[in-house]
């Protein structure tokens, strides 16, 4: 008999703990309400995560019951995390993303144009030029006419043109 009990515990234990719930929502924008495309939603510690899809929306099935922190992760908004609790109802969610501004160090960009005092060779290729030239044809083939500039496709097409270095050719 004690065996017989023994077995049936662990064969509810087992079924209770298969039994996974459901997490479903959407991912929006806090100021326009547009779905956010992409956004990582994870339980944290789990490994379990989704994307949201086109329409913000995820589905994360065959979740354990218990208690789980839900991060959700979107490059330029704010982390949003929460506490839920999944069981064998739905857990359901509308989960609004606030944008956030990345503030950095100062970026000053400097360049230097040679002009006829500069003792070297160069080459002035200017708006006209470029705009006669180019038609449907990448950068690096359009200075393909300046002197001592060699310029190669690399065989996959549209944007694929570049100016190999000294050693390469």
């Known amino acids: 008999m004690k065996l017989l009990t023994s077995l049936l515990v662990v064969i509810f234990l087992t079924v ?23 956004a990582n939603v ?10 949201s899809d086109l329409d913000g929306f995820f589905l994360l099935s065959d979740v354990p019951t218990g208690d789980y922190q ?15 609790n999944v069981n064998d109802t739905p857990v359901e969610l509308t989960i609004v993303l606030k944008p ?17 005092a500069t003792p070297v060779a160069y080459s002035d290729v200017g708006k006209q030029d470029m705009e006669a030239r180019l038609g449907s044809q990448d950068i690096p083939l359009v200075l393909n006419t300046t002197p001592s500039v060699y310029a190669t496709m690399q065989g996959g097409g549209a944007g694929d043109a570049r100016i190999p270095r000294l050693a390469e050719r």
Request: aromatic content about 6%; glycine content about 16%; hydrophobic content about 35%.
């Open 16 to 38: 209770t703990l298969a039994i996974g719930g459901t997490v479903k929502g959407i991912v929006k924008d806090s100021d326009t309400g547009d779905p956010l495309i992409g």
């Open 70 to 84: 839900l991060e959700v992760l979107y490059v330029g908004y704010e982390k949003y995390s929460s506490t839920i």
């Open 42 to 51: 994870l339980l944290k510690g789990t490994g379990m995560g989704a994307s």
């Open 100 to 116: 956030m501004v990345y503030s950095g160090k100062e970026i000053t960009v400097l360049a230097d144009r040679a002009d006829r």
